[in-house]
């Protein structure tokens, strides 16, 4: 029989801060940077998640032996939360970010977290910590949901011991002088994820491992690096830590292509979403694989006229240019593509709640 969830203690500041000085926090935000007062911590151990507190934002205490800093069993989400015209604060699909979740644990051998919990928790926080959500059409609310082993051993083995802990932080518009295409290096040294790896999770391993190929791509001038399959080294996966989109204009039609997913591929959640609303646009969907000689064959052909990857952060970034050894190119003259900035625009329509969320995609928490 499953233990039944413990509702959290809420343990606030004994001083929140006054309207004036959360408003000078919350002036000219950048992405991850500025935190909100409280946080949640759920300890697991016995084989079981204890009892669960929100409490004051501050530094955690871990065992210099604790497994995450040796092992790496380390995990994290993100997603947002957004102010609505009615005063209202919803989430964007949090119950796909905690099934998320639990694939990603499962693969390191970390215990599940139950989905209510994960719902609950991040409820909790954001109603103590509403008035930290930004109201502007572009800021959200951004939370952090990660889970590290804590257990003080040093054998190589699932950890006994975690720590489940989520915060947020009010991010601003990630392009606050106006969206604009990036340009890309093409990794042939590098390579995110191999078949029967970590890929598809969102382990701290991947990303740490991902920092000496997005150096390359800024040595090479570009804003950003494209990962190559592992084993024929021609088929595009990801840019950095975002999905790829490619637009073709075909016989009247819209198609819009996403390297399908084969294990080594994060499954985005703005990925995901992105497929239903262009249905919902008119346009047709594909998963399917893509290399980079027919990127280029079909960008010099015209069959392709935009690129952009998707993620929590940026929602749609435009690709202008691309470069790798051997050869450059540019997309849509260097300019944000009109397919790319409807679905853009649309996306923020329903989590902003200007538009129907005819799916169904928005959480109400406050």
């Known amino acids: 029989m499953t233990k039944p969830i413990a509702p959290l203690n809420i343990t606030p500041v004994t ?3 006054s309207d004036a000085e959360r408003h000078q926090r919350m002036a000219n935000l950048s992405f991850g940077r500025t935190f909100t007062e409280h946080m949640v911590v759920i300890p697991y ?25 040796h092992y790496g069993q380390s995990i994290f989400e993100g997603f947002k939360a957004f102010a609505q015209p009615d005063g209202s604060v919803k989430t964007f699909r949090p119950e796909a970010n905690a099934e998320r979740f639990n694939r990603s644990a499962r693969r390191l051998a970390m215990p599940d ?13 954001i109603d103590l910590d509403k008035d930290w959500v930004p109201k502007n059409v572009g800021e959200s609310l951004y939370l952090r949901p990660l889970m ?13 011991e975690y720590l489940f802990v989520l915060f947020a932080s009010p991010a601003g518009a990630y392009f606050p002088s106006g969206v604009k295409p990036v ?50 080294r021609k088929f595009i996966e990801e840019m950095g830590g975002m999905n790829l989109f490619f637009v073709y204009q075909e016989q009247g039609k819209i198609i819009l292509v996403t390297p399908e997913l084969t294990g080594t591929l994060l499954p985005g959640i703005t990925r995901l979403s992105l497929l239903q609303l262009a249905k919902d646009l008119g346009y047709e969907a594909e998963e399917r694989k893509l290399s980079v000689q027919q990127w280029r064959d079909d960008i ?15 929602v749609i970034t ?38 129907a969320d005819t799916h169904h ?4 928490v406050a």
């Open 183 to 232: 340009s890309v290096w093409v990794s042939e040294d590098f390579v995110r994820a191999a078949p029967g790896g970590t890929g598809e999770a969102k382990c701290a391993g991947n990303y740490a491992a991902s920092l000496v190929a997005q150096a390359q791509a800024q040595q090479k001038g570009c804003d950003q690096v494209v990962w190559l399959d592992a084993v024929e």
């Open 148 to 160: 590290i082993a804590t257990d003080p051993f040093l054998g190589v083995r699932p950890a006994l």
């Open 300 to 314: 010099a052909s015209g069959r392709m006229t935009e690129v952009f990857a998707c993620g929590t952060a940026a």
């Open 15 to 17: 001083e929140r801060l």
């Open 45 to 69: 151990k016995d084989g079981a998640w204890q009892q669960g507190e929100v409490k004051p934002y501050g530094p955690l205490s871990l065992d210099p032996s604790a497994s995450s800093l």
């Open 318 to 355: 435009p690709v202008g240019q691309v470069k790798a050894n051997g050869f450059e190119m540019q997309i849509n003259r260097g300019e944000n593509g009109p397919v790319t900035m409807a679905l853009r625009t649309a996306l923020l329509g329903i989590q902003h709640g200007t538009t």
């Open 361 to 364: 995609w928005m959480h109400t």
């Open 113 to 125: 977290l139950p989905p209510e919990l994960f719902m609950a928790a991040a409820d909790a926080l």
